[in-house]
C-alpha cells in the first residue's frame, strides 16, 4: 500500500499563509487530492490532481507537487479554515493520509 | 444538487451483519463509480469498498475482503454495503462517496455510524 504521511496539528494565526504537507511513500505522479473535514462533518474535496482547485473553493487555497511531496496552501488563513485536512492518492489503489487538524491561535 | 444519504445505522454484536443504504440524488447515478469509506472514531479515513458505475467490477480494501460485499441498484439509485463477521475494529462513521474520474472523491453523504460491541 502506498502510505501517505501528514503531520498531526499546526496552529496559525488568521490572516497569515500555511502550508501543509503530504509524503507519499512512493511516487503517486500527480495523483494526489485534498480534502477538509470540519468536526461532525463529512470531508469536503478542495484540491484534485495535486493543484486543480474544485468547484466552489475559495481561491485562498491552492496545491502544489509532484512525485511523493505534495503541498496544500490556504492563504490567508480564515476562522472558517478550523478543520482537519486528509491527502488521498488514486495512483496505487486509494488511501488516504492522517490528517492534519489545523488549529488558530 | 448532489445529495448522498445513507442510513442503517446501529448498534451490533461481534459475528453479526449488517447492511447500510446510501440513496443518491442530483446526478445520473448510473454513470458513476461509488465507494464506501470509513473513519474510525477520532482516526483518519479508509477506503473500503468500489463499485463500478455498470456492477461489472468490485474492489474492496484487505481489512474487509470476504466479509464485506458493494452492490448497487441503478433503479432505484441506491448503493449497498453488506457488512458480515462484523468485528469490533469495524466500529467506524460510514460514508457513501461518488467517485469522480481519477479516483477522486467529489460529493460525500453524511455519514453512518457502526458499533459492534457485545
Known amino acids: 500500500d502506498t502510505v501517505l504521511t501528514q503531520s498531526p496539528a499546526l496552529a496559525v494565526s488568521p490572516g497569515e499563509r500555511v502550508s501543509i504537507s503530504c509524503r507519499a511513500s512512493e511516487g503517486v505522479n500527480s495523483y494526489m487530492h485534498w480534502y477538509q473535514q470540519k468536526p461532525g462533518q463529512q470531508p469536503k474535496l478542495l484540491i484534485y490532481k495535486a493543484s486543480n482547485l474544485a468547484s466552489g473553493v475559495p481561491a485562498r487555497f491552492s496545491g502544489s507537487g509532484s512525485g511523493t511531496d505534495f503541498t496544500l496552501t490556504i492563504d490567508p488563513v480564515e476562522a472558517d479554515d478550523t478543520a482537519t485536512y486528509f491527502c488521498q492518492q488514486s495512483w496505487n489503489d486509494w488511501t488516504f493520509g492522517g490528517g492534519t487538524k489545523l488549529e488558530l491561535k | 444538487e448532489v445529495q448522498l444519504v445513507e442510513s442503517g445505522e446501529g448498534l451490533v454484536q461481534p459475528g453479526s451483519s449488517m447492511k447500510l443504504s446510501c440513496v443518491a440524488s442530483?446526478?445520473?447515478?448510473?454513470?458513476?463509480?461509488m465507494n464506501w469509506i470509513r473513519q474510525a472514531p477520532k482516526k483518519g479515513l479508509e477506503w473500503i469498498a468500489l463499485i463500478y458505475y455498470d456492477s461489472s467490477s468490485k474492489y474492496y480494501a484487505d481489512s474487509v475482503k470476504g466479509r464485506f460485499t458493494i452492490s448497487r441498484d441503478n433503479s432505484k439509485n441506491t448503493l449497498y454495503l453488506e457488512m458480515n463477521s462484523l468485528r469490533s475494529e469495524d466500529t467506524a462513521m460510514y460514508y457513501c462517496?461518488?467517485?469522480?474520474?481519477?479516483?477522486?472523491?467529489?460529493?460525500w453523504g453524511q455519514g453512518v455510524m457502526v458499533t459492534v460491541s457485545s
Open positions: 442530483g446526478f445520473t447515478f448510473s454513470n458513476y463509480g
Open positions: 462517496a461518488k467517485e469522480a474520474r481519477e479516483g477522486l472523491f467529489d460529493y
